[in-house]
């Protein structure tokens, strides 16, 4: 809840575009980014191992942080971390346009990763508490989400605009400065939560620690490629047994950072799997593309930015048509039908070369992704929080979105160290490129498998619902006892125990 005198200072709409800008922004400097790649490639010696962890460094910090970058949130001020994402993204963004070399870029962009995540999980808060009626509150959202289609779409244009004329790190410098901007517009128009409105969270920092201590190391390792080396071995193997340790650790702490009975439905689970394919295809998808694009086709940053448009603002239509369509259809049929598209996609890029024109391949390749993104993505979303308990949306949301973000950074450490095999192999950039675009074409089809078995369709899933609210209702009643933790998919619970009332009756 917001304070009184706070919700009636700001109108609702100046306090959503603020966040809104601050997404805007998140996602402009990711696409724009982009872009540069090849010139960023160039100007800085990047090998084609190292090319990668410029959008991987950032993902990943932003992916493994987000939980924690909301609890923060939680404990101490939704709008005090909202205001810290923003200062320490734009602080970082600086460091990015000064930089001059890979390490230092690479750095500066795991430290922007962990500005988005304390910005996103927090201005989302601050939404739930804005806007109390549920009608609103999904409105909000919905524009909420339409700004970082927007962002893309700009993105694209500014960083090939940028790159093509006074240079790629002025992509970082505006970046700083309307990061700062909103920074300061935000300190003044967005109320903060009451106090006592906030949870008495516990920090599970041991959790924080070792799932991302893990995840460095198990990317790190795919990433270098050199399965022989010694020194990869030991990252594989430590980021494996720091991930059992963080499993352990979950179950024993109070306050666990990722409450493992989260994964309780089959359905959920699923949906991670599906999330963290489909953000793995995106980012593979936008490399690959990219480096065909100029490195193979000649196009520049700018001509590269306009090839993508199709890929870019249709999503402001695709994204609340989807939306539309999920209550009438269900999200089952809707997934099945983006992740085939992604697939298609992937493949018709995949088949072209250096004497292939736009329209052919790349356009309708660019057309019929971006119909694949709108369809997976709220689907997906849909999916995974359809059978959440009442009170778990928040978390089983952010958890959906760590699965996309980390799950991704995994998926291009695997594809672009099987890319760079193949490119070495047979001294074609060109033939690396399209293995990974045809990992992107298996991993999307793998997708269109996992829907099929474990999403239901909507009749299904409206039984199962139905199942749900009318056990936790007998619970609530105390009419039965009822384990949540062993809670079916369908609702139901195979040794439910009675009650002395339910049994004399």
């Known amino acids: 809840m917001l304070t009184p005198k706070s919700a009636h200072s700001t109108p609702k709409w100046v306090i959503l575009v603020v966040f809104c800008l601050a997404q805007f922004i998140d996602v402009a400097n990711l696409s724009a980014v982009n872009i540069s790649l090849p010139t960023i490639k160039a100007e800085l010696n990047f090998s084609e191992s190292q090319l990668p962890w410029i959008v991987n460094a950032f993902t990943l910090t932003f992916g493994t942080f987000l939980l924690i970058g909301g609890k923060l949130g939680d404990k101490y001020g939704h709008k005090l971390f909202f205001l810290i994402g923003l200062v320490w993204f734009s602080i970082w963004s600086l460091v990015c346009g000064f930089a001059n070399s890979v390490i230092l870029l690479c750095i500066a962009r795991a430290m922007q990763g962990l500005g988005a995540a304390a910005t996103i999980p927090n201005a989302l808060a601050l939404i739930q508490f804005t806007y109390i009626e549920e009608v609103e509150k999904s409105r909000a959202l919905s524009v909420f989400s339409s700004s970082g289609a927007l962002g893309f779409g ?47 969270v516990k920090l599970d920092l041991a959790g924080a620690i070792t799932i991302t201590a893990a995840l460095l190391a198990i990317v790190y390792g795919i990433s270098d490629g050199n399965w022989k080396s010694v020194q990869v071995i030991v990252c594989l193997i430590l980021g494996v047994l720091l991930l059992g340790l963080f499993v352990w650790i979950e179950k024993k702490v109070e306050a666990p950072m990722l409450p493992l009975t989260i994964f309780r439905t089959r359905m959920f689970t699923a949906m991670l799997v599906v999330g963290a394919l489909y953000q793995t295809w995106y980012l593979v998808y936008n490399l690959y593309c990219t480096l065909i694009f100029q490195e193979i086709m000649g196009y520049g940053a700018l001509n590269t930015a306009y090839a993508f448009f199709p890929l870019a603002f249709p999503g402001l239509v695709l994204n609340p048509l989807a ?64 059978m959440a308990k009442s009170g778990e949306h928040g978390l089983n949301s952010a958890v959906f979105s760590v699965a996309m973000q980390a799950g991704s950074g995994v998926g291009l450490a695997i594809t672009n160290a099987i890319s760079e095999a193949v490119i070495h192999k047979t001294g074609s950039s060109l033939k690396g490129y399209q293995v990974g675009l045809w990992i992107g074409f298996a991993v999307t089809l793998l997708c269109v498998g996992i829907t099929l078995v474990f999403v239901p369709s909507k009749a299904t899933l409206e039984k199962k619902k139905l199942a749900r609210a009318e056990k936790e209702a007998e619970v609530e009643a105390g009419k039965v006892t009822l384990d949540s933790t062993k809670l079916d998919d369908d609702g139901s619970k195979g040794s439910d125990e009675a009650t002395l009332e339910e049994k004399k009756q």
């Open 154 to 200: 700009i993105g694209l244009v500014l960083g090939g605009v940028f790159t093509a004329t006074i240079g790629w790190k002025y992509i970082f410098y505006i970046s700083a400065i309307m990061g700062l901007l909103v920074a300061i517009v935000a300190y003044f128009v967005i109320p903060e939560s009451k106090a006592e409105y906030r949870a008495n």
């Open 323 to 386: 939306g539309y369509l999920i209550p009438k259809v269900g999200a089952k049929p809707l997934l099945v039908i983006g992740t085939g598209c992604m697939a298609v996609s992937a493949a018709l890029f995949a088949i072209a070369d250096a004497d292939t024109s736009y329209w052919p391949l790349p356009f309708p390749s660019m057309c019929i992704g971006e119909i694949g993104i709108a369809m997976t993505y709220t689907s997906a979303m849909v999916a995974a929080l359809t």
